[in-house]
C-alpha cells in the first residue's frame, strides 16, 4: 500500500494530476507554517511535502534558503516536523516529509520512520540521497510500509533511471531542470522529455514533476504530460511576502485549476 | 615502536597507493556520495576521466613538468633548529610546501584538476575557497590554460583575506562573495554545488581539499600525495632514517593527507593532524570536526562533523579561514577511527604563539593555517622530551612538519592579534615578546604611511 500512489490514482481517475504543495516547517514560525500547510490543503493540495529545515540546503535557491534559515535559527527540529506530519493527515491531505539526509540520519534512521508513520505520513522525499547510499532507509521504510521518493534529473542516464525508480515507491520525483529550486519564467523541455524516459523505466510508477512550476499556467502545462505537480517556491513566497494563510490558500485553488487543465484568467 | 620501521632496510620501489577508498568511494563507514542526482552523471564523468588520467603516460609527463617547471618542486626540507628549542629537545624538519609558486600546497591539486577539466572538455572551472590559497591557485591555473573562472568565497572571508581576493581578481578570475549562512568556507562551499548543478554542462568543479563527494577526496589525495613521496625521500636522505611524528594542519585536510600518505604504511611513524581549537574545544566556538565533532553526513560525504541534535551544521570558529570549517576530508574520519593517525585541538593563542616564534627564530612566515601544525610539533615535542622515550638511543626525537603556507596573507590579521600597525595601543596577543628591539633603522608602526602618500614621501 502506498498513500501517494493512491491519492496520486485518484486524481488520475479524476482526469487530472496531482498537486503537491512543499511548505518548510518554522517559517515564519512552528504554527504559522503548520496553520499555511492546511491553508494549502483547504485551497486544493492533494498532498504536501513537509520541509524539515536543514542549514546547508544544497538544492535550494535563495528564496527556500531565505525561509528555512530562520527556521534553523530557531532550533526547529523532527518533533516540530512530526506535528506538522499529523496536522496534515488531519486535513485530509497526504504528508510527505522532504528532507536532506543528515537530519535523518542524526535522528536516527529507524526511529525516524516508526515516528513518521506513527505520525500518519506517507513516506519521505531525499534530496540528496541516492539509492546507492540508501541501504539503512530502504530497510526501515520497507518495515514501516512508508513510501520512498528518489530524484531523477535531466542529466540521468538510462541506467540510473532504471536503478533509482526501481527503489521509489510512491512517485518519483523528475527534477524539471539543471539547477536548484525557484520560479522560472517557463517550463523547460527536459521535463517533458524527462517523464517521458522515466516512464519508459518504470511504466507503473507515478512521476511527479518539481523545481520551477510556480503559477497556473505552468501547472496545467506540466499536468499534460506528469502525474503530479510539485510547487514550493511560489508558496514560500506568498508568506515572505506577508501574504499569509490566506496567500497560500488563494495560489493553491488557481494551482488546482491548474493541474485540470484549466487557467484561471 | 620498533627500529626497523623507523630504518627501513630497503628503500620501496614505488610508493603504495591505499587500499582505500573502495570502488564507490567509501572509507570504512565514510564517504561515498551525498548529492542530488542531477551531479551524479557529473561525478560519474569525473571519476571515469580521472582514473584513465591517473594512469596515462602523457598525462604524467605533463603533470610532472609543470610541478618542476611551474610550480618548483620538489620542494626542500628546511631543519629549525632555533624553533626546535621551544619543541623539547626535538629535531623539527619543515617540508616547504610554502615555497610553491602561490604560495601554498593548493597549486599541486589544482594543476592535476585543471589537466583533468582541459580533458574533459570543459571551459569553465569553479571553485570554493576559504583563506583564498585554493581561490588562487585555481585563479592561476585558470590564467595557465586559458579557462574562464568563478571563485566563491565567504563574505566574511574576503575580509579577513583581503589580499587574496585581490590576487584572484588580478589573475582575471570572477570571486562572488557569499553572503548566505555564516559567510565562510562551508556557505562558500554550498554556492559553488549550486552553480554546479546549475552549469554542469560546461563547468568543472575544482574542490579545494579532501573532502566532497567521490571522486574528490581519492583524487585530491593523489594530486597532493606528492608532498609527502618527497618529504620520505628527502628525511631518509639526510637523516638516514624516517622521522617520529608527521605532523600538518587540518582545515578539510587535504595538505594533511598529501603529507601522511606516504608514511601510512610505515607503523612506526606517528601522524599527527592538528584541527583548529579556536577559542578551545571546550567554549564551543571551534572548528576541531574529528576532536569535537560526530560523525555525519555534509557536503556530500560522511564524515565527523560539528552538528547539533537536529543534524544542523554547526558554525566553526578560527583565528585561520583555512581551517574554519565544520567538515573533514573522510579519509581522516576512517584514519581516526583505525587509530592509524591522532587528531587534536590548537587554540588560536596556541597556533599564534607558533607564528610569532617561527616568524623570529627562523626567518619564516607560515601561514596562520600552518602555525596550528607548528604548535603540535612544539606540543608534541615537549612531550617526548618529557618522557625521555621519543628518539632512537641518544639521538633526539625527528619531527616533520608539512609547512603547508605562507603567511603574506595573514600580516593584516596578525598585525592585529600582536597589536602591531596601529597607532593606537593595542594590547598584543599571545606569543609576542614584548621585550624585543626594534631593528635599528626600522620604521615602526606608528610612523608607516599607507599606499599613495607612501610614493608622496619617496
Ligand atoms: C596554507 C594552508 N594550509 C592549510 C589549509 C587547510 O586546508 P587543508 O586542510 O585542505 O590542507 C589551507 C586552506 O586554505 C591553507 O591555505
Known sequence: ?265 | MTTSAVRPTGERVAPPRPAWPDATGHFGVFGGRFVPEALIAALDELTEAYEAMRVDPAFLAEFAALQRDYTGRPSPITEVPRFAEHAGGARVLLKREDLNHTGSHKINNVLGQALLTKRIGKSRVIAETGAGQHGVATATAAALMGLSCTIYMGEEDTRRQALNVARMRLLGAEVIPVTTGSRTLKDAINEAFRDWVTNVEATNYVFGTVAGPHPFPAMVRDFQRVIGDEARAQVLERLGRLPDAVLACVGGGSNAIGIFTAFVPDDGVRLVGLEAGGDGVGTGRHAASITGGTPGVLHGARSYLLQDDNGQTVESHSISAGLDYPGVGPEHSYLHDIGRAEYRPVTDSEAMEAFALLCRTEGIIPAIETAHALAGAMMVGRELGARGDGGRGEDPPVLLVNLSGRGDKDVETASRWFGLGDREHVDPGAGLDEDQRPTEGAVTSGDAVPGQAAGEQA
Open chain 1, 1 to 265: 500500500m502506498s498513500l501517494l500512489a493512491d491519492r496520486i490514482a485518484t486524481a488520475r481517475g479524476e482526469g487530472r494530476a496531482a498537486l503537491i504543495a512543499y511548505l518548510p516547517v518554522g517559517y515564519p514560525d512552528v504554527d504559522t507554517s503548520i496553520d499555511a500547510m492546511v491553508a494549502a490543503v483547504g485551497g486544493g493540495a492533494d498532498a504536501v511535502e513537509i520541509g524539515v529545515p536543514y542549514s546547508d540546503p544544497g538544492i535550494d535557491g535563495p528564496v527556500i534558503q531565505q525561509a528555512v534559515d530562520v527556521a534553523v535559527r530557531a532550533g526547529v527540529g523532527m518533533r516540530d516536523v512530526l506535528r506538522a506530519v499529523e496536522a496534515v493527515a488531519a486535513a485530509g491531505a497526504v504528508p510527505v516529509v522532504m528532507s536532506y539526509w543528515n537530519p535523518i540520519e542524526r535522528y536516527g534512521v529507524e526511529r525516524f520512520a516508526a515516528d513518521l508513520a506513527a505520525a500518519g505520513g506517507a513516506g519521505a522525499i531525499t534530496p540528496d540521497l541516492i539509492p546507492d547510499e540508501a541501504a539503512p532507509w530502504l530497510s526501515a521504510s520497507d518495515e514501516h510500509d512508508l513510501d520512498r521518493v528518489f530524484l531523477v534529473a535531466p542529466s540521468s542516464t538510462d541506467a540510473r533511471l532504471a536503478s533509482t525508480t526501481a527503489a521509489s515507491r510512491g512517485f518519483v520525483y523528475a527534477a524539471s531542470t539543471m539547477g536548484v529550486t525557484g520560479t522560472r519564467a517557463t517550463v523547460s523541455d527536459a521535463a517533458a522529455k524527462l517523464v517521458a524516459r522515466t516512464r519508459a523505466a518504470a511504466p507503473d510508477l507515478a512521476v511527479c514533476v518539481g523545481l520551477g512550476v510556480s503559477d497556473a499556467a505552468q501547472a496545467a502545462e506540466v499536468a499534460g504530460f506528469a502525474d503530479g505537480v510539485i510547487v514550493g517556491t511560489a508558496y514560500v513566497r506568498q508568506l515572505l511576502d506577508g501574504h499569509g494563510r490566506a496567500g497560500v490558500r488563494a495560489l493553491s485553488a488557481q494551482l488546482a485549476e491548474g493541474v485540470r487543465g484549466s487557467v484561471p484568467a
